[in-house]
T-cell receptor
């Protein structure tokens, strides 16, 4: 079935530093979604990318979909303590939504 | 307010007992899902349903059962056959399977004592 690799698994940064997580697939994706899960919380939808090469921004967050639609990235500029959590990518599998393993972001204030 | 509700938030179970986790949504979504999350781990799919009275096994269905008698409800039963049931269980729904954003419930943290 559809699998997606997400790296890194963990990332610790100083507040104010940038952060990037990547999702990679061996097959072409129809779309990709990104979710954020705060510690002790539940995943919350952030964005969906559909078009090849698409770039979307939400304040300090920049989402990119690769030209070949096989990879995607989430970049956070100048992290803040509110960015702490686990970021998941989700892709469409044969019959349902498949999630990456997630990247857990911790921040040193 | 529209949303997806899981109950209870915390659940304790004795070994050998079955327990049912509730999931209700009023978003009029067709698709519903159950995921299991272990500490520091990703989301593993247990069961999903696209339509009333129909559901399919996910990657880790052994020891679990579900029903979908109503569009709004998708309860998950953790049976005594599940060898390691202590985990965080998340229910989700979406308008169409896999194509639209998924909305998650608050989760149920199950502990076997």
């Amino acid at each position: 079935g559809q699998q997606v690799m997400q790296i890194p698994q963990y990332q610790h940064v100083q507040e104010g530093e940038d952060f990037t997580t990547y999702c990679n697939s061996s097959t072409t994706l129809s779309n990709i979604q990104w979710y954020k899960q705060r510690p002790g919380g539940h995943p919350v939808f952030l964005i969906q990318l559909v078009k090849s090469g698409e770039v979307k921004k939400q304040k300090r967050l920049t989402f990119q979909f690769g030209e070949a639609k096989k990879n995607s990235s989430l970049h956070i500029t100048a992290t803040q303590t509110t960015d702490v959590g686990t970021y998941f990518c989700g892709v469409q599998g044969a019959q349902t939504l498949v999630f990456g393993q997630g990247t857990r972001l911790t921040i040193n204030p | 307010d529209g949303g997806i509700t899981q109950s209870p938030k915390y659940l304790f179970r004795k070994e050998g007992q079955n327990v049912t986790l509730s999931c209700e949504q009023n978003l009029n979504h067709d698709a519903m899902y159950w995921y299991r999350q272990d500490p520091g781990q990703g989301l593993r799919l247990i069961y999903y349903s696209q339509i009333v009275n129909d559901f399919q096994k996910g990657d880790i269905a052994e020891g679990y059962s579900v029903s979908r008698e109503k569009k709004e409800s998708f309860p998950l039963t953790v049976t005594s056959a599940q060898k390691n049931p202590t985990a965080f269980y998340l229910c989700a729904s979406s308008r169409q399977q896999g194509w639209t954003e998924a909305f998650f419930g608050q989760g149920t943290r199950l502990t076997v004592v």
